[in-house]
């Protein structure tokens, strides 16, 4: 029952809004009861309620049988549920109300990600940027193994290059409501496989719980030659290629300040087409040193390196069958 606004923000794993005040409304009655009158704000607030209320039964909620049972809440489990829940039981649909409204949930989610300790099994996913852990990760799932794609969720490819043109990162709250919501999935007397991210996607935090257990989680290592991964990179990252503006401002947040002549030389490649020779400078420079550097600081325990050949398809499907091979010796 959230205003548009609070619901974009974050909200429980599956759920639809069926707002009964929009955010002009919500705005415009708190002001009200804040600057003027209690009385005059819950007369107005009622009324646009009730004409909401009254679209949302014409529209989202007529073809729901009799046996339809909603759990609903919004912000504090307030004004604004209980208006809904008294019109939709007297309908006569077995109507719950989460008590607390969102906040409860939120906590909810806290408690689970960042208070305790995660029962699974972690296995990483591990490899040189450019290795095809994402594909692999997918290939994974699709033969029926456990997984958890951060990356996915937080709507970035972990990188440098990361960031999605037309698909902005959710929030850092409703990063974790998905999250929690595919990990209270799992069957967590099964292995997990969940690639090796720094603390970071992009932009959006690992909570502690599942950070503490990725660092405590054996790894499989992914490889492939340095030209395979420039030309996967060069498929994988092709939104990136074809928007210069965005390839250039990428080019210039790299940790290590490339200089001046070499920005020139990498335009100069880009003007060019030579994207795997680009590809190959990014790896060389930025890429590969930063991960030399993460694996000799690495303990935790290797199950072993899986090669992935030229990262074609069939590459990809035959590394998949190694890793789950790995993973049940």
């Given at each position: 029952m959230r205003s548009p606004s609070?619901?974009?923000?974050?909200?429980?794993?599956?759920?639809i809004n069926l707002p009964v005040l929009?955010?002009?409304?919500?705005?415009?009655?708190?002001?009200?009861?804040v600057q003027e009158s209690r009385f005059r704000a819950r007369r107005i607030g009622a009324a646009y309620i009730a004409r909401n209320i009254a679209r949302h039964l014409e529209t989202a909620l007529a073809g729901e049988p009799g046996s339809f049972q909603p759990l609903i809440y919004c912000w504090r489990g307030g004004q604004r549920s209980h208006a809904m829940a008294t019109i939709l039981s007297q309908v006569g649909w077995r109507t719950t109300v989460l008590e607390g409204g969102y906040k409860?949930?939120?906590?909810?989610?806290t408690a689970r990600l960042y208070d305790a300790p995660l029962p699974l099994r972690l296995v990483l996913l591990d490899g040189n940027t450019g290795s095809g852990k994402t594909e692999v990760l997918a290939r994974l799932a699709a033969l029926g193994q456990q997984v958890v794609d951060l990356e996915g969720l937080a709507a970035h490819r972990g990188s440098l290059l990361g960031g999605f043109a037309d698909q902005p990162q959710p929030s850092q709250k409703m990063f974790e409501s998905r999250l929690l919501g595919?990990?209270?999935?799992?069957?967590?007397?099964?292995?997990?496989?969940?690639?090796?991210?720094?603390?970071?996607?992009?932009?959006r935090m690992v909570p502690p719980a599942l950070w503490q257990a990725m660092t405590a989680a054996p790894r499989i290592e992914l490889s492939a030659s340095s030209e395979a991964r420039a030309r996967y990179l060069v498929r994988a990252y092709r939104?990136?290629?074809?928007?210069?503006?965005?390839?250039?401002?990428?080019?210039?947040?790299?940790?290590?300040?490339p200089g001046r002549k070499r920005l020139e030389a990498w335009g100069q490649m880009a003007d060019a087409g030579e994207f795997e020779a680009l590809a190959l400078a990014l790896m060389e420079l930025h890429y590969d040193p930063a991960y030399r550097r993460s694996s000799r600081k690495d303990g935790r325990r290797s199950l072993?390196?899986?090669?992935?050949?030229?990262?074609?398809?069939?590459?990809?499907?035959?590394?998949?069958?190694?890793?789950?091979?790995?993973?049940?010796?």
């Open positions: 609070e619901f974009a923000e974050d909200h429980a794993p599956g759920a929009t955010d002009e409304e919500r705005a415009e009655v708190g002001t009200i009861y409860t949930w939120r906590r909810h989610v595919v990990l209270d999935r799992l069957d967590p007397a099964r292995p997990v496989i969940v690639e090796a991210e720094s603390s970071k996607v992009g932009e939104d990136i290629i074809e928007d210069r503006a965005a390839l250039d401002e990428a080019l210039r947040r790299l940790p290590t300040p072993g390196v899986v090669e992935a050949g030229g990262l074609e398809p069939a590459d990809l499907d035959a590394a998949a069958a190694e890793i789950v091979r790995l993973i049940e010796a």
